[in-house]
């Protein structure tokens, strides 16, 4: 709720969970972040809800108000959200480790092994060795790298075929 910047509102008309909240804040805010009305679920509805005549909610007043707090919200550009560049500024150690897990990728030219076969430890050695240059590779610790892959479910290799060793030498990679 505070990352949509939502209050809670007694009597709301909406739950998000056991907190009631504004439903009328909650679009607002949504039209902020998306600059449309087209890409806001449900706000089509909330509108007709405020405008039909049998509606315990109607009131010309308060549909009046909305709509015009709804202009302001798309003309503001304060709060207008940009999606991330995902394949550059978002952090790809998980992806790589998914896409690499059981096949032979190549990473920014660099071939690596499938990462199934690799030690906890030797997949850390290995992720620092390597010439990634949109990932954050090098600031994964062993514990963060081990947490990430039983989240994913990910299942290695049994324990005697697995790689201990890693190392760089010439630009090639070793494993042992």
Known sequence: MQALGLKPKPGGGAAFGNIPIDVERFFLSKVEAAGTVFAVRGLLAFIKILWETDSPYRSE???????????RALASKRKRGSL???LHRVDQTERFIVEGWCERIIVD???WPP???LTTPALV???RLCKVTHCKLARKDARTIERAIQRLGLVRVPRKARIKQVQKRSGQFVLA
């Open 115 to 117: 990462l199934c076969f």
């Open 109 to 111: 030219g660099e071939k």
């Open 84 to 86: 991330p560049d995902w």
């Open 61 to 71: 007043v308060r549909l009046n108000r909305f709509l015009i707090k709804l202009g």
């Open 125 to 127: 050695r290995f992720l």
